[in-house]
Nanobody
Framework: VHVVESGGGFVQAGGTLRLSCRVS????????MGWYRQPPGKERELVGS???????HYADSAKSRFTITRDNDENPISLEISSLNIEATAQYYC???????????????WGPGTLVIVST
């Protein structure tokens, strides 16, 4: 199973950016999925997550400008960031939890991250 984020890059402050997460490889079942971010020099932190039944939870710091959406099977989760400001500069990571087969235990898969740099 491979998880790959896309959509990052250099963006102007004030704009909106949409990050996508692509999952490839066979998974028997996908459970929770989520987005994390790691600003420069800081710890990785949760942005938000969604359950298999599409219940979405946001971290308190992310409620105003972040929107998580469950999409299709190939790109199961996306993250939209609106009103971009300098504080949005970070490496953004997608994580997918699930079962590789009906006989395996649960596992978490992480992508390498996509870098968002906001400039004024």
């Amino acid at each position: 199973v491979h998880v790959v984020e896309s959509g990052g890059g250099f963006v102007q402050a004030g704009g909106t950016l949409r990050l996508s997460c692509r999952v490839s490889g066979d998974m028997f079942a996908i459970g929770d999925m989520g987005w994390y971010r790691q600003p420069p020099g800081k710890e990785r932190e949760l942005v938000g997550s969604t359950t298999a039944r599409s219940y979405i939870h946001y971290a308190d710091s992310a409620k105003s400008r972040f929107t998580i959406t469950r999409d299709n099977d190939e790109n199961p989760i996306s993250l939209e960031i609106s009103s971009l400001n300098i504080e949005a500069t970070a490496q953004y990571y997608c994580t997918v939890s699930g079962f590789v087969s009906e006989f395996s235990g649960p596992a978490d898969f992480w992508g390498p991250g996509t870098l968002v740099i906001v400039s004024t």
